[in-house]
């Protein structure tokens, strides 16, 4: 189980498995604890991630090039979990999910000490099979809400969440450019009033101050892109480093 609603806004960092190199994600992912994270999403690397825009497209591509497969990704839980008990949430697609193995999936994720799962491209509707084995393995299934779905469906995905719902904020891909207006305002607060579970906000945040511009009705907000693009323009390593977790310093600031 997965503990959502505390005193402030959860700061949900995601990190792609293998990028910028094959350890490299660790180096990236003990910043973002260090730097206030509530809870880490680790990407699963795949060639055809249909739901992010072009920096994670990027990273994926690197951390396929750099070898990483779903044995990769695993290590790499166990690592950040020796360092911390933070929740560890793992993001990805269903190809290769299915190719590992179900049951062995997630017996393997949940022995490596990860808590939950987030597939964007399988429905919960479709989820029957995967759901099973997660409440198995005491994973938390999380599924995603978009500004186009029906009041009936978000009261369904409610009930199929485990712990908490990913609400997307726009109607297409992952990206640190994203405007929000007040059509995203309305949105997120009727989410507040039709949700049972807490949920957080993602698909676009790249400061502060759209983070708390989401996070006025949403209980915490994933970055993903954000980070990435921090870490790819600076000048080496280190500094990327530091940009990063100088933006999530500054991003746990405002939440606060």
Known sequence: MIAMRGRHKLLVPFFTSGYPKAKG???????????GADMIEIGMPFSDPMADGPEIQLSSGVALSNGINMTDTLRLVEAVRRYSDIPLVLMGYFNPIFAFGINRFAKSVSTCGADGLIIPDLPFDEADELSRSAVQNNLSCVYLIAPTSSAERVEKIDRACTDFVYAVTVTGVTGAG???????????????????????????????????????????????????????????????????????????????
């Open 25 to 35: 994600a660790l180096d990236l992912i003990r910043a973002g604890i260090d730097a």
């Open 178 to 256: 994203t405007r929000f207006d007040r059509s995203t305002d309305s949105y997120l607060k009727s989410l507040r009033q039709r949700l049972k579970k807490p949920f957080v906000a993602g698909f676009g945040v790249s400061s502060p101050a759209s983070a708390a511009r989401l996070a006025r009705y949403a209980d915490g907000v994933v970055i993903g892109s954000a980070l990435i693009r921090a870490f790819r323009l600076a000048k080496n390593q280190r500094s990327g480093l530091k940009e990063v977790s100088r933006l999530l310093g500054d991003i746990r600031h405002t939440l606060d």
